[in-house]
């Protein structure tokens, strides 16, 4: 018989590694009442983590494309197996994550929108109020928000400008500087 931390490591186990093996190993040990909440659970853990990513991620929803960005979302919690108790850690982590498995994606547009809408969810990206990325982008992501209507705007990868967070009367603007 397995002990408490075990018991707990396997429930653990088959939450955030949606880990439906797991439940093999627990049917002994636990209801079968509890084993269909754990289903619910994996479920309520990833709905939850893709709720807020798309939340404060609105155009990288956009440009990826529903299914794709899902595939993302489930790749980062199963690489990450994440535990924080504040949410909001949940999000940097994916910009991380993004940019570690760039050879992956190789999709460098990817990151910097996500960058884009981190800087404009939170603030601040990495302590820092602006951010550099490659000119004709913030006029893309402005496109992807629907803020932006005609042509899709011409990017150069290699001329940065610099976007930062103007707070005005409460609200949060971006800006750009070329």
Same mark, same amino acid.
């Given at each position: 018989?397995?002990?408490?931390?075990?018991?707990?490591?396997? #429930?653990?186990?088959?939450?955030?590694? @949606?880990?439906?093996?797991? %439940?093999?190993? $627990?049917?002994? =040990?636990?209801?079968?009442?509890?084993?269909?909440?754990?289903?619910?659970?994996?479920?309520?853990?990833?709905?939850?983590?893709?709720?807020?990513?798309?939340?404060?991620?609105?155009?990288?929803?956009?440009?990826?494309?529903?299914?794709?960005?899902?595939?993302?979302?489930?790749?980062?919690?199963?690489?990450?197996?994440?535990?924080?108790?504040?949410?909001?850690?949940?999000?940097?982590?994916? #910009?991380?994550?993004?940019?570690?498995? @760039?050879?992956?994606?190789? %999709?460098?547009? $990817?990151?910097? =929108?996500?960058?884009?809408?981190?800087?404009?969810?939170?603030?601040?990206?990495?302590?820092?109020?602006?951010?550099?990325?490659?000119?004709?982008?913030?006029?893309?992501?402005?496109?992807?928000?629907?803020?932006?209507?005609?042509?899709?705007?011409?990017?150069?990868?290699?001329?940065?400008?610099?976007?930062?967070?103007?707070?005005?009367?409460?609200?949060?603007?971006?800006?750009?500087?070329?």
């Amino acid at each position: 018989m397995a002990n408490y931390e075990e018991i707990l490591g396997l #429930i653990s186990s088959s939450i955030i590694e @949606f880990n439906q093996d797991c %439940d093999s190993n $627990l049917s002994g =040990i636990i209801t079968r009442k509890t084993l269909g909440n754990l289903r619910v659970y994996r479920k309520n853990y990833f709905f939850g983590s893709y709720k807020r990513l798309s939340s404060d991620f609105p155009s990288l929803c956009s440009y990826c494309e529903g299914d794709n960005f899902r595939y993302f979302v489930k790749d980062f919690l199963l690489r990450y197996k994440i535990l924080y108790i504040d949410i909001s850690q949940l999000s940097h982590a994916f #910009i991380d994550y993004l940019e570690e498995t @760039f050879e992956m994606h190789q %999709d460098i547009l $990817l990151y910097y =929108i996500a960058k884009l809408d981190l800087l404009y969810s939170y603030g601040h990206f990495k302590n820092s109020h602006s951010i550099e990325i490659p000119t004709g982008l913030f006029e893309y992501w402005c496109f992807l928000n629907a803020q932006f209507e005609g042509e899709l705007p011409k990017m150069d990868l290699d001329l940065m400008d610099t976007v930062y967070v103007l707070v005005e009367a409460g609200e949060r603007y971006l800006g750009k500087i070329k």
